[in-house]
């Protein structure tokens, strides 16, 4: 019997992890992150449940990636901290799992095996085809997957395009194929199920770029993904073709063009790019700037150019911003606000609400998810990668195209796929994990409840000095407020003079202890009165007697 579990990546996007299991053998396809809510104060990426990921750790045989995208590897080294599995996937794939691996000091104890699209491998009683694939990212396969209860497709990100800069194919053969030998199980992308028709073609981008940049004068500043390959490609042959030089800002354009240059058939040109050190060496007409940050990310380099805030570029008049990458649900307000800020620099800005030719996605449309059921023809289906609504459309679309057994699962679901319909068997709680920097765990374990009372309410740190003499306690009280609203000081005023009256009332044989202990709740009684917050209150004392 065949079971999935999955722990992320279905009813929202992001943080994509399957778990696979045929018997008592478990594989783990795939393992991404996804960035984090603005209320998880100081997160920087939300990660599948490590602890329920941990209770199968000995049974999982492996880990096998699909592709190179962050929602779908970014987790891994997180993964390998509580699971000791070798890791499959292609050569770019591979190249950037191990340069994230060396920043998380585990490059040395892993086993990362290259497989090659139209390979086989044997993993216990999973035997695993690649069947490549087209994305906005290099090197993309499907895992079809033959096991003794049935074949499985996971078909990861997908598109149905030809003409890619790399050569790469679409294997509609390998598909055919393995809907001939007959698919029990079909798992498929949902990204773009609501969306009626074919995906635009990445070519037809490129030549529209030329065209844009070629009626612009002044500087152009790019925005978009940086693991989209193909899209960067196109941008530096609209520039070449336009006279310009490009210049690459952010750290992770670095790290996909080296790993582009290493591992794929598409190495960049160096007379096409210039370092920023070099950019006041030419006119404005003479240079694009192609930046990370498409979603407004604020640390990434188009927020900090359209903020004012990046240390070798600014905004300026004449500017042209081309935003080429679509608008993930959920960070648009984030994106408006960064684009108000460059036209308010003095930039006309170009985004995909006023020129949809501008960019193209990486995800099947309706009929190319319809062409690739036509082809697979599987028994039974389960939408993945998807808010819950795009699940619920493509069920439909499988439905329409003749699949008999559809079932929409969240994660947490454990499934069980028998010789009749699947069924969810039981239903698992699953906590979050969260990464801030290399230190990672569940909410508790990284205080996030005692973070987000802290940016809600603020902080005062209270110091004060006890002094016993004749059997009367005085004090001198000192407090500071953070982050909590206030006047010229007068809370702090008004918290030392309260503290100073209350040491007064006090029994001189009272412990210091149990003095501490009291501090807070006469602070917290302050505070109410000037608001209807509750700052965490730090409280010292400090007998001066002893000190002395």
């Not at 010789?419 to 068997?425: L, P, Y």
């Not at 230190?439 to 508790?444: T, W």
Request: aromatic fraction near 6%; proline fraction near 4%; glycine fraction near 10%.
């Amino acid at each position: 019997m065949l079971q999935l579990l999955p722990l992320g990546g279905v009813g929202r996007i992001g943080a994509n992890a399957m778990l696979l299991g045929c018997g008592d053998d478990w594989l783990l396809l795939d393992c991404g992150v996804a960035f984090p809510e603005p209320e998880l104060t100081g997160v920087e990426l939300v990660l599948p449940s490590l602890a329920v990921l941990g209770s199968f750790a000995s049974r999982i045989r492996a880990i096998v990636l699909t592709h190179g995208h962050e929602d779908h590897i970014g987790a891994v080294p997180y993964a390998l901290q509580v699971l000791k599995v070798p890791v499959y996937a292609t050569r770019f794939t591979a190249g950037l799992v191990q340069h994230r691996l060396k920043e998380h000091g585990l490059s040395d104890d892993v086993a990362l095996h290259v497989i090659s699209p139209g390979s086989r491998l044997h993993i216990g009683p999973f035997d695993i085809g690649f069947l490549r694939v087209t994305h906005s990212i290099p090197d993309c396969v499907s895992l079809a997957i033959r096991t003794p209860a049935g074949n499985v497709l996971f078909t990861g990100d997908f598109k149905i395009e030809a003409g890619l800069r790399d050569g790469e194919v679409f294997d509609e053969a390998g598909f055919r194929a393995f809907g001939d030998e007959g698919v029990d199980l079909m798992m498929s992308d949902s990204t773009n199920a609501e969306v009626p028709g074919w995906s635009g073609s990445e070519t037809a981008v490129g030549k529209h770029l030329a065209e844009v940049f070629s009626g612009i004068r002044g500087r152009i500043l790019v925005g978009l993904f940086a693991s989209n390959i193909y899209r960067l490609h196109s941008i530096v042959d609209a520039a070449r073709d336009n006279g310009r030089y490009c210049v690459l800002l952010g750290k992770s354009l670095e790290r996909y063009t080296t790993a582009a240059n290493a591992f794929t058939r598409m190495p960049f040109d160096p007379e096409d790019l210039i370092g920023i050190r070099d950019l006041h060496r030419y006119d404005d007409d003479e240079v694009v700037i192609v930046c990370t940050g498409s979603q407004a990310e604020p640390r990434a380099a188009l927020a900090r150019v359209a903020n004012g805030t990046h240390p070798d570029v600014s905004v300026k008049t004449g500017d042209t911003v081309v935003l080429s990458a679509r608008q993930i649900p959920g960070n648009e307000r984030r994106i408006h606000a960064m684009l108000n800020d460059f036209a308010r620099g003095g930039a006309h800005v170009i985004y995909t609400r006023v020129d949809r030719d501008i960019h193209a996605s990486g995800h099947a449309y309706q009929e190319e998810l319809r062409t690739l059921l036509g082809w697979v023809r599987p028994r039974r289906f389960i939408p993945v990668h998807g808010e819950y609504t795009f699940l619920q459309r493509h069920a439909e679309l499988a439905e329409e195209c003749g699949v008999a057994h559809t079932l929409i699962i969240e994660n947490g679901q454990t499934v069980e796929v028998g010789q009749g319909a699947m069924r969810v068997r039981e239903v698992r709680e699953l906590q979050p994990w969260y990464a801030d920097g290399l230190v990672f765990g569940d909410a508790s374990s990284l205080q996030l409840a005692a973070r987000q009372q802290l940016g809600w309410h603020g902080v005062i740190a209270v110091q004060l000095d006890v002094k016993r003499t004749d059997g009367v306690v005085t004090g001198r009280a000192r407090a500071l407020p953070w982050g909590v609203q206030h006047e010229q000081g007068e809370l702090a005023k008004e918290i030392e003079a309260t503290l100073q009256r209350w040491c007064g009332d006090l029994d001189a044989r009272t412990p210091l202890a149990a003095i501490e202990g009291q501090l807070q709740a006469v602070v917290r009684k302050v505070v109410k009165r000037y608001s209807q917050r509750k700052p965490v209150v730090l409280a010292f004392a400090r007998d001066l007697d002893e000190v002395a």
